[in-house]
């Protein structure tokens, strides 16, 4: 099992990024595909997850970032508006039974860096 993520790299603040993660190696349709950011020196946090058409944020996300999946596709994707420099953090891409925001998600990508500057 593979995710694959890709679409990070350097912006500067206000600006847009689009992230996308390719799981493969087996069928995800009915499993969640969420988001999760790690900033240098902080714990790996929750960002976005998508399960079923239901989306959930964190909350220092709503209204800047969207997620979205393609099911003919197998890709989830990520549009982050507004960018902030304290968005800075790679960007993990992650499967799981259920969207949660805790650290247990059964798969994980091998991230992605965005950062943003001033």
């Known amino acids: 099992v593979q995710l694959q993520a890709s679409g990070g790299g350097l912006v500067q603040a206000g600006g847009s990024l689009r992230l996308s993660c390719a799981p493969s190696g087996r069928s995800f349709s009915s499993y969640a595909l969420g988001w999760f950011r790690q900033a240098p020196g902080a714990e790996r946090e929750f960002v976005a997850a998508?399960?079923?058409?239901?989306?959930y944020y964190a909350d220092f996300v709503k209204g800047r970032f969207a997620i979205s999946r393609d099911n003919s596709k197998n890709t989830v994707s990520l549009q982050m508006n507004s960018l902030k420099i304290g968005d800075t953090a790679v960007y993990y891409c992650?499967?799981?039974?259920?969207?949660?925001?805790?650290?247990?998600?059964?798969?994980w990508g091998q991230g992605t860096q965005v950062t943003v500057s001033s």
């Open positions: 992650a499967a799981n039974s259920i969207a949660t925001t805790r650290q247990s998600w059964e798969f």
């Open positions: 998508i399960r079923d058409g239901v989306t």
